[in-house]
């Protein structure tokens, strides 16, 4: 995700089908998701702990997910910074790339990676989000209203 506005409480992660946010709740808020947020400098999942990270407008935030042993990366302009274990329990029914904030621009890069055999497809929940443009030099630009 390139970061083109951080707006208000961005949390950018993972979640799985039973995650709801709003009503101020954002990713990683409850037990069924996990997001970093470099505004704050938190990572969450069922509440916060402190990360020491902070996100510039411009910054390229990293997620990524090692379903084997059950680890979710994060990172910022290359550097992975944060690791959270002992995740796979929970998500046994799916897992997709899920963001949550207020007043965000951001550019989302989608790019795969299977160690196993591949899949057929790439479940990509829906963000409560609007669509702003469908063309930035390929790639999908979300924005969320306030």
């Given at each position: 995700?390139?970061?083109?506005?951080?707006?208000?409480?961005?949390?950018?992660?993972?979640?799985?089908?039973g995650c709801r946010p709003?009503?101020?709740?954002?990713?990683?808020?409850?037990?069924?998701?996990?997001?970093?947020?470099?505004?704050?400098?938190?990572?969450?999942?069922?509440?916060?702990?402190?990360?020491?990270?902070?996100?510039?407008?411009?910054?390229?935030?990293?997620?990524?997910?090692?379903?084997?042993?059950?680890?979710?990366?994060?990172?910022?302009?290359?550097?992975?910074?944060?690791?959270?274990?002992?995740?796979?329990?929970?998500?046994?029914?799916?897992?997709?790339?899920?963001?949550?904030?207020?007043?965000?621009?951001?550019?989302?890069?989608?790019?795969?990676?299977?160690?196993?055999?591949?899949?057929?497809?790439?479940?990509?929940?829906?963000?409560?989000?609007?669509?702003?443009?469908?063309?930035?030099?390929?790639?999908?630009?979300?924005?969320?209203?306030?």
């Amino acid at each position: 995700v390139t970061l083109l506005q951080a707006g208000e409480c961005p949390q950018i992660g993972w979640a799985t089908p039973g995650c709801r946010p709003g009503n101020r709740n954002g990713v990683g808020d409850d037990s069924v998701s996990w997001g970093a947020d470099g505004v704050r400098g938190k990572i969450w999942h069922e509440g916060s702990k402190g990360w020491g990270v902070r996100w510039r407008n411009g910054d390229v935030i990293g997620c990524a997910a090692d379903l084997e042993l059950g680890e979710l990366w994060f990172g910022v302009n290359g550097e992975w910074a944060a690791a959270i274990s002992g995740c796979s329990p929970k998500w046994g029914a799916g897992l997709f790339p899920a963001m949550s904030g207020a007043s965000m621009g951001v550019v989302v890069h989608l790019t795969p990676r299977f160690a196993g055999p591949a899949l057929d497809f790439v479940h990509v929940g829906s963000f409560p989000s609007q669509l702003l443009d469908e063309d930035y030099n390929g790639k999908i630009v979300l924005g969320t209203q306030a």
